[in-house]
């Protein structure tokens, strides 16, 4: 296979490699840099922790960004490794030669793939919480000229932008880790604004509204935070900077699912059947092999099936404790039932089903139907997105591709249930 070569520009910046103390702040986050040009030109880091500073959070970092660094060189060299070792960090960015995830997929596999797993190793070996986050870069303005000839995808922006979108999900997903997806924002903004240059004089390296650009997405996807009407502008005008806040938070939360944000973060959510001779049948929502169940039933005994069943030996009130755990994450939730000689008080939720689940357009609810209600459709950071009455047929063609909570909330009952739209 003829390999198609990186090109290194010979383009001389000015360092600045910094590495904050932490203050008080809503939410303080560690985070290593581990990169090239891409990264330090404009002094992404600083960006985003001026944009954290401005909503009252702070992100303490350090970087190694030698100029045309690819993951094979990071895993050899001695700096990066060793920063990697500094502490329990608890995000660790990589980010490519800006060409070299754009070139074919069989090239890819062979020469960037294993570096990236290695790194990722190598972050886990350090602090099995870290999480590995690819910083997916832009095309270049007009494309790749210099490997046009051996590879024409990647001759224009389209071209190679959507080869780097395809190498850097392969890299996430693989890894099980997030993708930041600084690239589609770049998409995002030339298609709403392409007056507006993301690009310096070489039309590869950003300028400084594209480092802010990338410094808002870099916001939303580790402090899980809208960047929206921040106060940090970087001396850009405000209209400038309203944009590209704009196409930042709408990249990021479009595509939740896409980028793997919130996708290895355990979600506790359960139903449970009207008991029977006092047998209650548990169903957790989140059935996903990646995750652990524990149990706990209010009597002393526990379970870590995912589907339990339970029977009490006692009529009373028991509070259930579902624990769903992902590596160093977990999340849990409790709810009551009172188990009775013959039933169950009202306040226990009938059994609703959902189907399909994952949804394209029609989602079904199978409830019985003398419960009056309404649905409540929530985002992964909770917010409201839509309310129906309770039917038993909702159409969400509407929504966004992403994951989503459907809460079904009756006069005396409240579930809530996990779903994905396709």
Same mark, same amino acid.
């Given at each position: 296979?003829?390999?198609?070569?990186?090109?290194?520009?010979?383009?001389?910046?000015?360092?600045?490699?910094?590495?904050?103390?932490?203050?008080?702040?809503?939410?303080?986050?560690?985070?290593?840099?581990?990169?090239?040009?891409?990264?330090?030109?404009?002094?992404?880091?600083?960006?985003?922790?001026?944009?954290?500073?401005?909503?009252?959070?702070?992100?303490?970092?350090?970087?190694?960004?030698?100029?045309?660094?690819?993951?094979?060189?990071?895993?050899?060299?001695?700096?990066?490794?060793?920063?990697?070792?500094?502490?329990?960090?608890?995000?660790?960015?990589?980010?490519?030669?800006?060409?070299?995830p754009s070139f074919s997929p069989a090239q890819v596999n062979v020469q960037t793939l294993p570096f990236a797993i290695k790194?990722?190793?190598?972050?886990?070996?350090?602090?099995t919480c870290s999480q590995t986050v690819f910083y997916q870069t832009w095309g270049r303005k007009f494309g790749d000229a210099?490997?046009?000839?051996?590879?024409?995808?990647?001759?224009?922006?389209?071209?190679?932008?959507?080869?780097?979108?395809?190498?850097?999900? =392969? /890299?996430?997903?693989?890894?099980?880790?997030?993708?930041?997806?600084?690239?589609?924002?770049?998409?995002? +903004?030339? @298609? $709403? !604004?392409?007056?507006?240059?993301?690009?310096?004089?070489?039309?590869?390296?950003?300028?400084?509204?594209?480092?802010?650009?990338?410094?808002?997405?870099?916001?939303?996807?580790?402090?899980?935070?809208?960047?929206?009407?921040?106060?940090?502008?970087?001396?850009?005008?405000?209209?400038?900077?309203?944009?590209?806040?704009?196409?930042?938070?709408?990249?990021?939360?479009?595509?939740?699912?896409?980028?793997?944000?919130?996708?290895?973060?355990?979600?506790?959510?359960?139903?449970?059947?009207?008991?029977?001779?006092?047998?209650?049948?548990?169903?957790?929502?989140?059935?996903?092999? =990646? /995750?652990?169940?524990?149990?706990?039933?209010?009597?002393?005994?526990?379970?870590?099936?995912?589907?339990? +069943?339970? @029977? $009490? !030996?006692?009529?009373?009130?028991?509070?259930?404790?579902?624990?769903?755990?992902?590596?160093?994450?977990?999340?849990?939730?409790?709810?009551?039932?009172?188990?009775?000689?013959?039933?169950?008080?009202?306040?226990?939720?009938?059994?609703?089903?959902?189907?399909?689940?994952?949804?394209?357009?029609?989602?079904?609810?199978?409830?019985?139907?003398?419960?009056?209600?309404?649905?409540?459709?929530?985002?992964?950071?909770?917010?409201?997105?839509?309310?129906?009455?309770?039917?038993?047929?909702?159409?969400?063609?509407?929504?966004?591709?992403?994951?989503?909570?459907?809460?079904?909330?009756?006069?005396?009952?409240?579930?809530?249930?996990?779903?994905?739209?396709?």
């Amino acid at each position: 296979m003829k390999k198609i070569k990186l090109c290194y520009l010979s383009i001389l910046f000015v360092v600045f490699n910094f590495q904050l103390i932490s203050q008080t702040g809503t939410k303080t986050i560690t985070c290593l840099f581990l990169g090239n040009s891409y990264t330090y030109v404009n002094d992404l880091p600083l960006l985003i922790d001026s944009l954290a500073k401005a909503n009252g959070d702070d992100l303490v970092y350090d970087q190694n960004t030698p100029g045309g660094h690819t993951f094979n060189n990071h895993f050899n060299n001695a700096t990066s490794l060793s920063k990697i070792n500094l502490q329990a960090w608890q995000y660790v960015v990589l980010q490519a030669q800006s060409q070299e995830p754009s070139f074919s997929p069989a090239q890819v596999n062979v020469q960037t793939l294993p570096f990236a797993i290695k790194l990722d190793s190598a972050i886990n070996q350090n602090n099995t919480c870290s999480q590995t986050v690819f910083y997916q870069t832009w095309g270049r303005k007009f494309g790749d000229a210099s490997n046009c000839g051996f590879y024409p995808p990647v001759c224009t922006y389209t071209g190679m932008q959507n080869r780097l979108r395809a190498s850097y999900k =392969l /890299f996430a997903d693989t890894t099980k880790s997030i993708m930041s997806p600084v690239g589609e924002a770049f998409r995002a +903004s030339i @298609s $709403y !604004s392409p007056a507006l240059d993301l690009y310096s004089g070489d039309q590869s390296h950003p300028s400084m509204e594209g480092s802010y650009l990338a410094a808002c997405v870099f916001y939303e996807v580790l402090f899980k935070k809208s960047v929206i009407n921040n106060s940090f502008k970087a001396g850009l005008a405000n209209n400038v900077a309203s944009h590209l806040q704009l196409m930042a938070n709408k990249t990021v939360n479009d595509s939740l699912l896409t980028w793997n944000i919130g996708v290895y973060e355990p979600h506790a959510a359960f139903t449970f059947s009207t008991p029977v001779s006092a047998s209650v049948q548990f169903s957790a929502v989140s059935t996903t092999t =990646l /995750f652990t169940h524990k149990w706990y039933f209010g009597d002393g005994s526990t379970s870590t099936t995912v589907h339990p +069943s339970k @029977s $009490y !030996s006692a009529s009373g009130t028991y509070t259930i404790s579902h624990v769903v755990k992902f590596g160093c994450s977990k999340d849990s939730i409790s709810k009551v039932v009172t188990i009775t000689p013959t039933a169950v008080s009202k306040n226990v939720l009938q059994t609703i089903t959902l189907k399909p689940n994952p949804v394209k357009d029609r989602l079904f609810i199978d409830y019985p139907q003398e419960q009056k209600g309404q649905c409540l459709i929530y985002d992964l950071q909770l917010k409201l997105i839509a309310k129906y009455d309770l039917a038993t047929e909702l159409n969400l063609s509407h929504l966004n591709p992403g994951t989503y909570f459907l809460e079904i909330v009756s006069s005396d009952s409240k579930q809530r249930f996990k779903f994905i739209k396709e």
